[in-house]
């Protein structure tokens, strides 16, 4: 198949000299992206910035912000079998970027935020026929609740729901512990194991049961 994986967190531009970002280091992203090409599958990664080594046999397109990913998958979302996006795509950034680096002024500092563009849910909102699409849902509270709205609402096929208040399978862990969710409450466990274990589970799954 097909597969296109984004990983890793975005960047977030403030000024010259700052941006704002979140605790994704991309191992779970890396994991699914070089368990697929084990399996066979011919893979693009869209990686925001990490300090992984590069996996051989896989395209890798390296981007900083939400709107350098949202471009970059948007781009190659129509030719692929198989979406997962794993990345941890910042919901905010800056509404205004200071070309030089912000001088500090007395008293306190008040930092306006836009959204930026889902892309889970403009691929949702879009879906080539046949196309599975598989989305992350990163919860610290109601985890099973919390996935399962985010399923319905970007229209995705599957969506893992990964616990990341725990400290032994959240960010920059090697091991994770997901339960995958499917249309009409399929439900699986998977792990605690390594990431890498968890990749293979979780492509088996949505590959061999398609949606
Ligand atoms: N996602 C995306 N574009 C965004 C934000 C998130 O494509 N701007 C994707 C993520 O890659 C993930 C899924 O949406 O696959 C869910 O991300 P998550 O951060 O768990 O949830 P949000 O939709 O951002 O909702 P909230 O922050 O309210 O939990």
Redesign the pocket.
Known sequence: MKVLI?AGP?REKLDAVRFLTNRSTGKMGYALAEAARDAGHTVTLVSGPVTLPFPAGIELIFVES?AE??EA?KERAAQMELI????????YRPKQIHLGKLKKQPGNFLLELE?????????GASKVAGQIL??????TDDLLT??AQ?LK??N?DW??A?DVSRSDIGFGSDENAVTLLGQDSRRYGIGPDTKRAVAEAILEIVTDSGR
Request: glycine share 2%; aromatic share 2%.
């Open positions: 984004t975005t939400a990913m949202a998958v997962i996006m794993c990345a941890a795509v910042a919901d959204r930026t563009e889902d892309i889970l849910s403009t691929l598989v989305g992350f849902a990163a919860e919390n996935a985010k609402a970007k995705l969506i893992c990964n």
